[in-house]
């Protein structure tokens, strides 16, 4: 028994190293033709160039179409345990109000506030209006700010999953504001 359990994990093994040396050839072998392609069409990488740095790069697109074509990143990532996200719950607030394209959130002193859904961090900073935010672009979609947040737990570009700590309210209040391609969206279908 003891012995078929140790060769099934060694195959597994085997076929998830093959797998992540498969996908890391295909992955420099796209890159190689691009990058050949574009030195070769000026046109193309003028729109390239465009497309980075003027407009906005949805990450969650570019991981769902990774995902689907060549699966998870690492794919020995089921024999290494995870760790349980900090929250299971919604934000907890005493009161709600509309606040520009959003919500005020008036909070308990210090709450911890929690990722809503899975998603890439895409800006840190300070916003007019809103104080240190937090954006989330979901997996869904969605842009998710968290305005007026304290004690900043997360970095540029980090890859969060649902119930992971963000950081902290400030001063008892914080805000939230739920954007789809641009489009404001009901705050009230999310909270």
Same mark, same amino acid.
């Given at each position: 028994m003891e012995r078929d359990r140790v060769l099934k994990e060694?195959?597994?093994?085997?076929? @998830? #190293?093959?797998?992540?040396i498969n996908q890391t050839l295909i992955s420099i072998i796209i890159l190689l033709v691009g990058l050949i392609v574009i030195r070769k069409d000026v046109s193309l990488k003028?729109?390239?160039n465009k497309k980075i740095y003027e407009?906005?790069?949805?990450?969650?697109?570019v991981k769902n179409l990774y995902d689907k074509y060549f +699966?998870?990143?690492?794919? #020995? @990532?089921?024999?290494?345990s995870k760790e349980q996200p900090v929250f299971n719950e919604k934000i907890k607030y005493l009161k709600e109000e509309k606040?520009?394209? +959003?919500?005020?959130l008036t909070v308990d002193n210090n709450i911890m506030i929690p990722s809503m859904k899975d998603g890439i961090v895409v800006f840190i900073g300070e916003k007019e209006n809103? +104080?240190?935010t937090i954006v989330v672009e979901q997996t869904d979609g969605v842009d998710v700010t968290y305005g007026n947040i304290d004690n900043i737990n997360v970095k540029l570009y980090d890859y969060v999953e649902s119930g992971t700590l963000l950081g902290q309210a400030k001063d008892n209040y914080m805000y939230l504001v739920f954007q789809k391609e641009g489009n404001n969206l009901d705050y009230k279908q999310y909270i």
């Amino acid at each position: 028994m003891e012995r078929d359990r140790v060769l099934k994990e060694k195959l597994v093994l085997k076929k @998830s #190293i093959r797998r992540l040396i498969n996908q890391t050839l295909i992955s420099i072998i796209i890159l190689l033709v691009g990058l050949i392609v574009i030195r070769k069409d000026v046109s193309l990488k003028e729109k390239i160039n465009k497309k980075i740095y003027e407009d906005n790069i949805e990450f969650i697109k570019v991981k769902n179409l990774y995902d689907k074509y060549f +699966g998870e990143l690492l794919p #020995i @990532s089921n024999l290494v345990s995870k760790e349980q996200p900090v929250f299971n719950e919604k934000i907890k607030y005493l009161k709600e109000e509309k606040y520009l394209e +959003g919500v005020k959130l008036t909070v308990d002193n210090n709450i911890m506030i929690p990722s809503m859904k899975d998603g890439i961090v895409v800006f840190i900073g300070e916003k007019e209006n809103y +104080g240190n935010t937090i954006v989330v672009e979901q997996t869904d979609g969605v842009d998710v700010t968290y305005g007026n947040i304290d004690n900043i737990n997360v970095k540029l570009y980090d890859y969060v999953e649902s119930g992971t700590l963000l950081g902290q309210a400030k001063d008892n209040y914080m805000y939230l504001v739920f954007q789809k391609e641009g489009n404001n969206l009901d705050y009230k279908q999310y909270i």
